[in-house]
C-alpha cells in the first residue's frame, strides 16, 4: 500500500510538473507570437509609409494652420494641413518640421526647426507645439525669438506656411520592443510626446518610462493628452515634476514629483539602467542627465538626445589621429566676406560652431545637416562631412553645421 502511495505520489507530481511546463511553454508562445504580430504591423506600416513617401515632396510646400491653441502659458499648438489637400507622408516619432518664415522687415526668410508633437499615425494634420521665446530675465533688453513670437502671436487660423518635409536623425526606432525611457524639460516634451503616442499607436506593450520636468501647472504643456496616455496605457508610466509648484498645484494630482528630474530619481523609480533613453531639453538639463547616466554604467549608444537653445552636451567626437591634427592644424581657413583669415582648431567640432568662435555670424537651424540654413558658397577649398547630411547641399557649397575644411577653404561668409 506504501508502495501504491508513493507511485500515486510520484505519478501526480510529474503530471503537475507537465502541466506546468505546457502552461510555461504556452505562455512563451503566447508572448513570442505577441512579439511577432507587433513586428509584422511595424513592418507592414512601414512599407505603407514607403509607399506613402511617394506623395512627399523636395523643398517647401504649403500648409495651412487649421486649428491654433492655446496650450499653456506662452506655448501655442498648430495643426497643419497640406494646401493642396494631397496626403501626408507618416515621420519617424521624435523628428522635426523646417520652416521657411518671411517676416516685415527682414531682407530674407528666417529658417527654423521645430519638433513635430503628433503621432505619426495620425493621418489628417501635422502638429507642432511652439513656445513663445521671451527675453533672459537678467537681459531684459534682449528682443523675444523671431520666429516664436511670430507664431504665437501673429499666426493665426487659416494662414499659410512653407514647410519642408519631416526630417531628423533623432527619433525612436518603432521596430524594437526593448524597455524605453522618456526625459524632457519645458518644451522638449514634444518629440518624446510624438513617441509616447507612437508607442500607445502601435498597441504595443513596449515598456515607456516617461519624465517630464517644468516649473509649475502653468508651464505644463499638453497636460491632458499626457495623462490620457498614461491612463489609458498601463505600459506607460509618466512622471511629472515641479521644480517651482504654484499654490493651486497638488503633488498627486498635477505633478507626482517636487523638484527637478535628476539621475537620483530615475535611479529610486527604474527597476534597472537597463532601458534606452531618449532626452530632450535644454543643454544644461541634459548634461546633468547625460553625465549621470554615464556615471550610472550605461553605454553611450543606449543615450539618444537631441537639445534646443545653446547645447552644451555633446556626443563624443572621434578623436583624429596624430597625423590628421597636424595636418588639420596647418589649414587656413578664410572668411571672404568678414576679412578674417584664420589657423583651424583641430579640436573645433564643425566649421558653424569655428565661425561663431571667431565672430563671424553664419544662419543656422536645426544644427543636424537637414534644414539648409547654414549653406554657405566655397570659393576655394573642399570640406570633409563629419556625418551624411539628411539633404545634399548644392554643387560648390557645404553645410557648415555637420563639415570641417579638408584643406586652405576659403567661404563666402
Same mark, same amino acid.
Request: proline share 6%; net charge positive.
Given at each position: 500500500?506504501?508502495?501504491?502511495?508513493?507511485?500515486?505520489?510520484?505519478?501526480?507530481?510529474?503530471?503537475?510538473?507537465?502541466?506546468?511546463?505546457?502552461?510555461?511553454?504556452?505562455?512563451?508562445?503566447?508572448?513570442?507570437?505577441?512579439?511577432?504580430?507587433?513586428?509584422?504591423?511595424?513592418?507592414?506600416?512601414? @512599407?505603407?509609409?514607403?509607399?506613402?513617401?511617394?506623395? !512627399?515632396?523636395?523643398?517647401?510646400?504649403?500648409?495651412?494652420?487649421?486649428?491654433?491653441?492655446?496650450?499653456?502659458?506662452?506655448?501655442?499648438?498648430?495643426?497643419?494641413?497640406?494646401?493642396?489637400?494631397?496626403?501626408?507622408?507618416?515621420?519617424?516619432? +521624435?523628428?522635426?518640421?523646417?520652416?521657411?518664415?518671411?517676416?516685415?522687415?527682414?531682407? $530674407?526668410?528666417?529658417?527654423?526647426?521645430?519638433?513635430?508633437?503628433?503621432?505619426?499615425?495620425?493621418?489628417?494634420?501635422?502638429?507642432?507645439?511652439?513656445?513663445?521665446?521671451?527675453?533672459?530675465?537678467?537681459?531684459?533688453?534682449?528682443?523675444?525669438?523671431?520666429?516664436?513670437?511670430?507664431?504665437?502671436?501673429?499666426?493665426?487660423?487659416?494662414?499659410?506656411?512653407?514647410?519642408?518635409?519631416?526630417?531628423?536623425?533623432?527619433?525612436?526606432?518603432?521596430?524594437?520592443?526593448?524597455?524605453?525611457?522618456?526625459? &524632457?524639460?519645458?518644451?522638449?516634451?514634444?518629440?518624446?510626446?510624438?513617441?509616447?503616442? &507612437?508607442?500607445?499607436?502601435?498597441?504595443?506593450?513596449?515598456?515607456?518610462?516617461?519624465?517630464? !520636468?517644468?516649473?509649475?501647472?502653468?508651464?505644463?504643456?499638453?497636460?491632458?493628452?499626457?495623462?490620457?496616455?498614461?491612463?489609458?496605457?498601463?505600459?506607460?508610466?509618466?512622471?511629472?515634476?515641479?521644480?517651482?509648484? !504654484?499654490?493651486?498645484? &497638488?503633488?498627486?494630482?498635477?505633478?507626482?514629483?517636487?523638484?527637478?528630474?535628476?539621475?537620483?530619481?530615475?535611479?529610486?523609480?527604474?527597476?534597472?539602467?537597463?532601458?534606452?533613453?531618449?532626452?530632450? +531639453?535644454?543643454?544644461?538639463?541634459?548634461?546633468?542627465?547625460?553625465?549621470?547616466?554615464?556615471?550610472?554604467?550605461?553605454?553611450?549608444?543606449?543615450?539618444?538626445?537631441?537639445?534646443?537653445?545653446?547645447?552644451?552636451?555633446?556626443?563624443?567626437?572621434?578623436?583624429?589621429?596624430?597625423?590628421?591634427?597636424?595636418?588639420?592644424?596647418?589649414?587656413?581657413?578664410?572668411?571672404?566676406?568678414?576679412?578674417?583669415?584664420?589657423?583651424?582648431?583641430?579640436?573645433?567640432?564643425?566649421?558653424?560652431?569655428?565661425?561663431?568662435?571667431?565672430?563671424?555670424?553664419?544662419?543656422?537651424?536645426?544644427?543636424?545637416?537637414?534644414?539648409?540654413?547654414?549653406?554657405?558658397?566655397?570659393?576655394?577649398?573642399?570640406?570633409?562631412?563629419?556625418?551624411?547630411?539628411?539633404?545634399?547641399?548644392? @554643387?560648390?557649397?557645404?553645410?557648415?553645421?555637420?563639415?570641417?575644411? $579638408?584643406?586652405?577653404?576659403?567661404?563666402? &561668409?
Amino acid at each position: 500500500m506504501l508502495l501504491l502511495a508513493g507511485l500515486l505520489t510520484w505519478l501526480t507530481l510529474e503530471i503537475f510538473r507537465t502541466l506546468l511546463r505546457l502552461v510555461g511553454e504556452r505562455a512563451q508562445a503566447r508572448l513570442a507570437l505577441a512579439e511577432l504580430q507587433i513586428r509584422l504591423q511595424e513592418t507592414r506600416r512601414r @512599407s505603407q509609409e514607403a509607399a506613402t513617401a511617394q506623395t !512627399g515632396w523636395n523643398g517647401y510646400r504649403k500648409f495651412t494652420v487649421a486649428r491654433k491653441t492655446v496650450e499653456c502659458e506662452d506655448v501655442c499648438a498648430f495643426y497643419l494641413k497640406p494646401h493642396d489637400g494631397r496626403p501626408l507622408p507618416s515621420f519617424e516619432p +521624435g523628428q522635426y518640421l523646417t520652416f521657411q518664415l518671411d517676416l516685415p522687415g527682414r531682407d $530674407k526668410p528666417l529658417v527654423r526647426c521645430y519638433s513635430l508633437s503628433s503621432s505619426p499615425h495620425q493621418k489628417e494634420h501635422y502638429r507642432v507645439t511652439i513656445k513663445k521665446e521671451k527675453a533672459p530675465p537678467d537681459k531684459p533688453e534682449v528682443p523675444p525669438g523671431a520666429s516664436s513670437s511670430y507664431f504665437c502671436d501673429v499666426l493665426k487660423e487659416g494662414d499659410l506656411l512653407n514647410v519642408k518635409a519631416p526630417m531628423g536623425h533623432f527619433h525612436i526606432d518603432m521596430a524594437k520592443t526593448n524597455p524605453v525611457v522618456l526625459i &524632457a524639460g519645458g518644451v522638449g516634451v514634444t518629440p518624446m510626446l510624438s513617441m509616447a503616442q &507612437a508607442i500607445a499607436a502601435s498597441g504595443s506593450k513596449r515598456e515607456a518610462w516617461f519624465f517630464f !520636468g517644468v516649473r509649475n501647472g502653468r508651464e505644463h504643456i499638453h497636460k491632458a493628452e499626457l495623462e490620457e496616455l498614461a491612463t489609458r496605457h498601463e505600459n506607460i508610466h509618466l512622471q511629472v515634476c515641479y521644480s517651482k509648484p !504654484g499654490t493651486g498645484d &497638488a503633488r498627486g494630482r498635477e505633478y507626482q514629483h517636487e523638484g527637478r528630474v535628476s539621475i537620483e530619481l530615475l535611479k529610486e523609480l527604474l527597476p534597472s539602467n537597463n532601458f534606452e533613453y531618449y532626452l530632450c +531639453g535644454s543643454g544644461a538639463f541634459m548634461k546633468s542627465l547625460t553625465d549621470g547616466l554615464a556615471a550610472w554604467g550605461v553605454p553611450d549608444k543606449d543615450v539618444h538626445f537631441e537639445a534646443f537653445g545653446p547645447a552644451t552636451v555633446k556626443k563624443k567626437a572621434v578623436t583624429p589621429s596624430a597625423t590628421e591634427t597636424e595636418h588639420l592644424a596647418k589649414i587656413n581657413v578664410t572668411f571672404s566676406r568678414t576679412g578674417k583669415t584664420v589657423r583651424w582648431e583641430p579640436a573645433s567640432e564643425n566649421l558653424l560652431e569655428f565661425a561663431r568662435d571667431q565672430g563671424v555670424k553664419i544662419d543656422s537651424g536645426c544644427c543636424a545637416g537637414g534644414c539648409g540654413s547654414c549653406l554657405v558658397a566655397i570659393k576655394s577649398g573642399a570640406v570633409d562631412y563629419l556625418k551624411k547630411p539628411t539633404s545634399e547641399p548644392e @554643387s560648390g557649397s557645404c553645410l557648415t553645421c555637420v563639415c570641417r575644411p $579638408k584643406n586652405d577653404l576659403v567661404l563666402d &561668409a
